[in-house]
C-alpha cells in the first residue's frame, strides 16, 4: 500500500539556496536535491481505490501558475534526535488557495484533511546524530533571514515516498498541471 503526500516540487536551482549554508554543519541528513519539496497535505496509506477517486478529484482542481517565495528558516524538535530543519514558504492567497482545493478534493473522496495548522516550509535537514551541534543550528537558525528565493509554481504532484525511503527522489504518481 502507497504511502502518499501531495506537494510542489522545488526546482533544482533552488538547492542551494536551501541547502549550501548547511555543508558544514555536522550530524544532519541533508535533504537531496530531488527531494526538495512542500508538502500540501500528508495523506497516509490509501487503497487503490481511493487513490484513484482522489486522483479524479485532483484533476478538477482549477488554480493558475503563481510564484513561490522561500524565506525564513526555522525547526521542529531542534534539541532532539528527530528534529528538522526548514526554509519558511511566505504565504500567498495563491498559495492558500491551492491547500484549500486539495483539502475539499480530498473531503469529496471521504479523506479528512490534518486538523493542525498549516505550516508552509521545505524541509532541509534531519537530525541524523548525537553529533550536531546545538551552536552550529542556532547560528543557522539565526542567520539572514531576509535572503529569498522566489519559483513560478506551474504544477502540484501526488507522491508516493514508502517504496522510495532510501531512493535519491519521491516517486510522483500523477502530475497536475496548473493553467
Known amino acids: 500500500m502507497a504511502r502518499l503526500f501531495i506537494g510542489i516540487t522545488a526546482p533544482a536551482t533552488t538547492h542551494e539556496f536551501c541547502c549550501g549554508p548547511l555543508a558544514e554543519l555536522d550530524g544532519l541528513r541533508i535533504t537531496k536535491r530531488a527531494r526538495l519539496h512542500l508538502t500540501l497535505h500528508f495523506l497516509g496509506r490509501l487503497t487503490a481505490d481511493q487513490q484513484l477517486r482522489l486522483q479524479q478529484e485532483l484533476e478538477k482542481v482549477t488554480r493558475q501558475r503563481f510564484p513561490l517565495t522561500l524565506q525564513g528558516r526555522g525547526s521542529f524538535q ?102
Open 78 to 179: 531542534p534539541t532532539a534526535k528527530n528534529g528538522v530543519l526548514w526554509i519558511g514558504v511566505r504565504m500567498s492567497c495563491e498559495l492558500q488557495d491551492l491547500h484549500q482545493q486539495i483539502a475539499s478534493a480530498m473531503v469529496a473522496v471521504g479523506l479528512t484533511p490534518e486538523s493542525r495548522p498549516w505550516k508552509p516550509h521545505v524541509t532541509i535537514a534531519r537530525f541524523h546524530s548525537d553529533l550536531f551541534s546545538a551552536e552550529a543550528v542556532d547560528g543557522f537558525l539565526h542567520g539572514p533571514t531576509d535572503e529569498s528565493v522566489t519559483f513560478a509554481v506551474e504544477s502540484f504532484s501526488l507522491f508516493d515516498s514508502a517504496a522510495f525511503t532510501n531512493a535519491d527522489e519521491y516517486q510522483i504518481l500523477q502530475q497536475f498541471e496548473l493553467r
